[in-house]
């Protein structure tokens, strides 16, 4: 079987270890404590009461369908057509069936470190290898060495690219992607683009440079997104894909082995969210209240090497000595009541690190926080 070849959850076995215990300030899951956009729980009442409960369309209901094209070719400023969104049952659902159609028993996919574990265990379960390109840090924040980067996706089937990443918040410029998809096609590599965080950036721009707007319809490219991080959705479980023109139909026979569609209430609460302009807007100010509190809380420790990140709703920091990162995370809950990610969670290459998700409370934060440096300060 190929579930031996799946590394169990750093982050999980943490925050079961939190969960065990009262009076834990956790910062752990990649989730905000902000509610959801009050339009979709009044669409998602209303479809339910209209009795909206049989099996939909397996591509998504033609109306959300359309919705995200004209959203998508607005925020993007490039033609997006509904021909090639299918909709999905969460953002790991959009990669679980991205693998599913591209990715074989002893193909290589490459992956950009650190990073959320998921892409690599998928790969890992359909028993393909898997190369990493370590981001690198500097006193501005991570960088992504671009010559590496080509030199290991010789031979490769996939690159998985997550701009905004999880967890450092590194977010790849649109020269960048231009330079990337230029890579992946002298070289025969699909891309399969993660951007769920796209809406969360720190720097004014209503979204992070996307692969849709350098790509042509036709090119190898997947792009995989959800409404769980932009628009506070993680419940609902609704994702969606940008397809190679002409593929949806193919890969909507995937949809079909992996989920059988989505919820048609599910996906008209989505529609809603899409229609309320104003919620990311504030879900992004709300994220960027808490990112001020935990970089000023970091700011000017001797033990801590940290720059607020570009986008995304984490702080991946550094801490000078910190040999197991995990066992750290463990003492953390134990011994001063506060959860987070250790960083070997997201690979080898984030041994040393801890993610703090800083999409919440102030309070909570500001509680954490004051926990987290005392904690910090015993390391020798």
């Not at 031996?4 to 752990?28: H, I, K, N, P, Y």
């Not at 350098?214 to 609902?236: H, P, Q, Y």
């Not at 139909?249 to 949809?255: K, Q, R, T």
Request: net charge neutral; charged share 20%.
């Amino acid at each position: 079987m190929g579930l031996e070849r799946l590394a169990s959850s750093q982050l999980v076995g943490v925050a079961r270890e939190a969960f065990s215990r009262t009076g834990v300030d956790f910062l752990c899951f990649g989730e905000s404590d902000h509610p959801c956009p009050t339009s979709t729980v009044q669409a998602l009442t209303q479809a339910l009461q209209q009795g909206h409960t049989r099996y939909p369309d397996i591509r998504g209901i033609p109306a959300l369908r359309e919705t995200l094209a004209h959203y998508l070719s607005g925020l993007h400023q490039v033609a997006v057509d509904e021909s090639r969104i299918a909709v999905t049952a969460s953002g790991m659902a959009a990669l679980n069936v991205a693998f599913a159609s591209l990715v074989q028993a002893g193909d290589t996919v490459v992956v950009i470190g650190p990073c959320w574990p998921n892409p690599c265990n998928l790969a890992q379960l359909r028993g393909a290898r898997v190369r990493r390109v370590a981001l690198r840090q500097s006193a501005s924040g991570f960088l992504l060495d671009l010559e590496e980067l080509q030199a290991t996706l010789w031979g490769a089937k996939v690159l998985v690219l997550n701009s905004p990443n999880n967890p450092t918040g590194w977010t790849a410029s649109k020269d960048q992607l231009r330079r990337i998809l230029a890579m992946c096609r002298a070289l025969g590599v699909w891309v399969v683009s993660d951007e769920v965080y796209s809406r969360l950036t720190y720097d004014g721009r209503a979204a992070a440079p996307s692969m849709l707007e350098v790509a042509d319809e036709n090119d190898r490219l997947i792009v995989c997104n959800s409404f769980s991080k932009g628009w506070a959705m993680t419940g609902f479980r609704v994702g969606w894909l940008v397809l190679p023109q002409g593929q949806r139909d193919a890969i909507g026979e995937v949809i079909e082995l992996t989920h059988s569609g989505v919820a048609p209430f599910n996906q008209l609460a989505a529609m809603a969210a899409l229609g309320d302009t104003d919620f990311v807007e504030g879900f992004r100010a709300y994220c960027a209240r808490g990112r001020a509190i935990v970089s000023d809380a970091l700011a000017g420790l001797d033990n801590v090497v940290y720059s607020p990140p570009q986008a995304a709703f984490y702080a991946f920091l550094k801490v000078r000595g910190l040999r197991n990162s995990h066992d750290f995370a463990l003492n953390l809950v134990r011994e001063h009541g506060v959860a987070l990610a250790p960083g070997t969670a997201f690979g080898a290459d984030g041994e040393g690190y801890l993610r703090i998700c800083f999409a919440q409370k102030p309070e909570l934060l500001e509680r954490a926080m004051t926990k987290l440096v005392k904690a910090l300060g015993q390391i020798a």
